[in-house]
């Protein structure tokens, strides 16, 4: 059973979302169809590990005018 928040963002303090963009990439980058080349983020709760794929939390936005085809954000708000 995974748990569901019943909202599409997750949420996280804002000290900890500013570390979780520069380690992972900038706020608004060009990327490509494949996602996963974004790995997968597991939320441990109670020993209790849940691995969120990477189409889950990064956004892709359609762009023709961007060689790589779109926009990627993160799906976490602070």
């Known amino acids: 059973m995974t748990p569901d928040s019943g909202t ?4 996280m303090p804002t000290w900890a979302h500013d570390l979780f ?3 992972t990439f900038a706020p608004e980058m060009s990327c490509n169809e ?5 790995g ?3 939320f441990v709760i109670n ?4 691995d969120i794929d990477s189409h889950h ?5 359609i762009d023709n005018h961007n ?5 990627c ?3 976490f708000r602070e």
């Open 8 to 11: 599409t963002f997750m949420t």
């Open 21 to 23: 963009i520069e380690k």
């Open 73 to 75: 954000s993160d799906m």
């Open 34 to 38: 494949n996602l996963e080349e974004f």
């Open 67 to 71: 060689y790589l085809g779109g926009r």
């Open 57 to 61: 939390w990064v956004r892709r936005k």
């Open 40 to 42: 997968t983020i597991t």
């Open 47 to 50: 020993g209790k590990h849940y």
